[in-house]
């Protein structure tokens, strides 16, 4: 069975600072992995995926993400927050795309400080 | 892009009737569709998955009398909460996968009186 772990469901960081969430994976194949950013009622928003081509992957709004296969993880990083990055991200895993449903993590909160 | 459209985006229901959920895809054809409900500050939790033609499969712990979805074409799956109760209160969001993603619908948010 697939699962996601974030470490820490709220995070706050000051405007124009690194912004660093954690997500950790569990999968017995090689995973699928996407970053999702979710506004107040609102669907959900994909900002990058990993699909086993780079390791380092470039997503929208400045984020990026680094597939490590040795420490099961796939953090999502931007080098400097703003303002409208508030919102809540949530790591998901699949086996692949297609057919297969997302398995998603518990979220994380991100506040930035004015 | 491939784009689901999902209404109604909020909905009051009173306690004791139904609310159908329509999601479309509008420039695809979505063979399978997955139904998510989110608890306030929760993660997203696999209902149910849909297939076109073919019934639903469910995921453990979600009562399919309750929660009957259709997947009659390949442009729409609905999602009707029958008897609704408060506890039933969500958010409610579709998600069909595409050739290399996933694509979701805006969310509807049912309160139920």
């Known amino acids: 069975a697939q699962s996601v772990t974030q470490l820490g469901s709220h995070v706050s960081v000051s405007e124009g600072a690194l912004v660093l969430l954690r997500c950790n994976y569990s999968?017995?194949?090689?995973?699928?992995l996407f970053w999702y950013v979710q506004y107040p009622n609102q669907g959900l928003q994909l900002l990058l995926k990993?699909?086993?081509?780079?390791?380092l992957v470039k997503g929208i709004n400045g984020f990026e993400a680094e597939f490590k296969k040795s420490e099961t993880s796939f953090h999502l990083t931007k080098p400097s927050a703003h303002m409208s990055d508030a919102a809540e991200y949530f790591c998901?895993?699949?086996?692949?795309?297609?057919?297969?449903?997302?398995?998603f993590g518990t979220g994380t909160r991100l506040t930035i400080i004015p | 892009g491939a784009v689901v459209s999902q209404h109604p985006s909020w909905v009051i229901c009173k306690s004791g009737t139904s609310v159908k959920i329509e999601c479309r895809s509008l420039?695809?054809?979505?063979?399978?569709m997955f139904w998510y409900r989110q608890f306030p500050k929760q993660s997203l939790m696999l209902m149910a998955t849909s297939n076109e033609g073919s019934k639903a499969t469910y995921e453990q712990g979600v009562e399919k009398d309750k929660f009957l979805i259709n997947h009659a074409s390949l442009t729409l799956s609905t999602l009707t909460v029958t008897s609704a109760h408060p506890e039933d209160s969500s958010f409610y969001i579709c998600?069909?996968?595409?050739?290399?993603?996933?694509?979701f619908g805006s969310g509807t948010r049912l309160t139920v009186v």
């Open positions: 999968s017995s194949v090689p995973p699928y």
């Open positions: 998901a895993v699949s086996d692949s795309v297609g057919n297969e449903k997302l398995t």
């Open positions: 420039d695809f054809q979505a063979t399978t």
């Open positions: 998600s069909a996968p595409t050739a290399s993603d996933y694509t």
């Open positions: 990993y699909t086993s081509a780079a390791t």
